[in-house]
């Protein structure tokens, strides 16, 4: 059975930090490469980086500079941290992973707000 489980979203002010993580089992980890996406209200979901298993990671625009991805194939978790958080980050943070298929976690939450 395969589950993604994030955690690590709340309620941060702005200008703070949340670190997102996100535990793999049921799957091998080493195969897959990890993303984080958002969904705010009202909007379409959107990636927000990428991490392969060689480490190669991508960012959207919106995040570079301000979000790193990571991952730890000893926990088989994949991190997202986020720093300098902006009302507009607010939303639902989800986990993928793929390879042959897809998987998703159930995703956690994160407000941005003062």
């Known amino acids: 059975q395969v589950q993604l489980v994030e955690s690590g979203g709340g309620l941060v002010q702005p200008g703070g930090s949340l670190r997102l993580s996100c535990a793999a089992s049921?799957?091998?980890?080493?195969?897959?490469?990890m993303a984080w996406y958002r969904q705010a209200p009202g909007k379409q979901r959107e990636l927000v980086a990428t991490?392969?298993?060689?480490?190669?990671?991508n960012y959207a625009d919106a995040v570079k500079g301000r979000f790193t991805i990571s991952r730890d194939y000893a926990k088989n978790t994949v991190f997202l941290q986020m720093s300098s958080l902006k009302p507009e980050d607010t939303a639902i943070y989800s986990c993928?992973?793929?390879?042959?298929?897809?998987?998703w976690g159930q995703g956690t939450q994160v407000t941005v707000s003062s």
């Open positions: 993928k992973a793929t390879w042959r298929g897809e998987y």
């Open positions: 049921g799957i091998d980890f080493r195969l897959y490469t």
């Open positions: 991490i392969t298993t060689r480490g190669s990671t």
